[in-house]
């Protein structure tokens, strides 16, 4: 991984904004002191800048405090597949063998602070503390159903369904509430058209026609990387749902 500018390690984790929402949640005071075993340091990343490439030896993990990151993969014509993007709470970077190189790319969408793990130090202390075992195999379980989710709206729906899906499954993660619940809510993505539309696997023009089409249906209000919306009914609820 990239060295971006570290800070001072803090030494106190229950004052971490997304110490409910990330890998340490089932700690008290005393076991989050303890996490800090295996705490490098934090680290902040510019906008756009590249956290790790392609190939790269994963020996560290992070979980993101705030800022959006997107992962993706080059194909052979040039072009870029976004296949994840990771919020504030989730944890990035993990893999189980040892000196693994990674198949993917990682880039800050937005200034980006993570807290760093020593990844061989992070596998010692969970198999000595079996609720952050159980917390760390509950959260590579929602990743895999996560892009198993993304996968089958990328395969299945239509470009409009695929929209309104990206769109609600990143409101529900961001305002923490199901998709029933999301009506009128403002929904901030700060994804630029190019990395929505290569999250979809379409091109920009189809993208603003079919936000286009969203809006003079009144489905969906936009402005400026600002959604929310003005009808449920149109989402594909057995996706969101699963």
Same mark, same amino acid.
């Given at each position: ?5 570290? #800070? ?11 110490? $409910? ?16 075993? #295996? ?10 800048? %590249? /956290? ?9 993990? *992070?979980? %993101?405090?705030? =800022? ?6 080059? *194909? +052979?014509? =040039? ?9 504030? =709470? ?27 793990? @020593? ?10 503390? +079996? ?7 509950? *959260?590579?379980? !929602? ?24 769109? $609600?499954?990143?409101? *529900?993660? /961001? ?11 403002? /929904? @901030?993505? +700060? ?19 079919? #936000? ?12 400026? =990387?600002? !959604?929310?919306?003005? %009808? ?5 609820? $057995?996706?969101?749902?699963?």
């Amino acid at each position: 991984m990239m060295n971006s500018a570290p #800070f001072k390690k803090n030494n106190n984790c229950t004052l971490c904004p997304v110490n $409910q929402d990330c890998l340490c949640r089932p700690f008290d005071e005393n076991e989050l002191n303890a996490a800090l075993s #295996f705490k490098k340091e934090e680290r902040q990343y510019k906008k756009n800048e %590249i /956290i790790f490439k392609n190939d790269s030896k994963l020996n560290e993990v *992070m979980t %993101i405090v705030s =800022g959006w990151t997107i992962e993706y993969k080059l *194909m +052979p014509d =040039g072009k870029r597949s976004i296949f994840n993007i990771s919020i504030p =709470g989730d944890f990035v970077g993990f893999h189980p063998e040892k000196d693994f190189l990674s198949i993917s790319a990682l880039s800050a969408v937005t200034d980006v602070k993570v807290c760093v793990y @020593d990844k061989e130090a992070l596998e010692n202390f969970v198999k000595k503390h +079996p609720k952050m075992a159980s917390r760390l195999i509950r *959260m590579l379980s !929602y990743e895999v159903n996560k892009l198993s989710n993304f996968l089958t709206s990328v395969s299945r729906l239509s470009s409009k369904f695929r929209l309104l899906y990206f769109i $609600q499954s990143l409101g *529900m993660r /961001i305002n923490k509430c199901s998709y029933l619940d999301l009506l009128e809510k403002n /929904i @901030d993505i +700060p994804l630029t058209h190019e990395q929505i539309a290569d999250c979809l696997g379409i091109t920009t023009v189809h993208l603003s026609r079919t #936000f286009k089409e969203l809006k003079n249906n009144n489905i969906l209000q936009t402005s400026k =990387g600002s !959604y929310k919306f003005k %009808i449920l009914n149109e989402v594909d609820s $057995q996706i969101v749902n699963s």
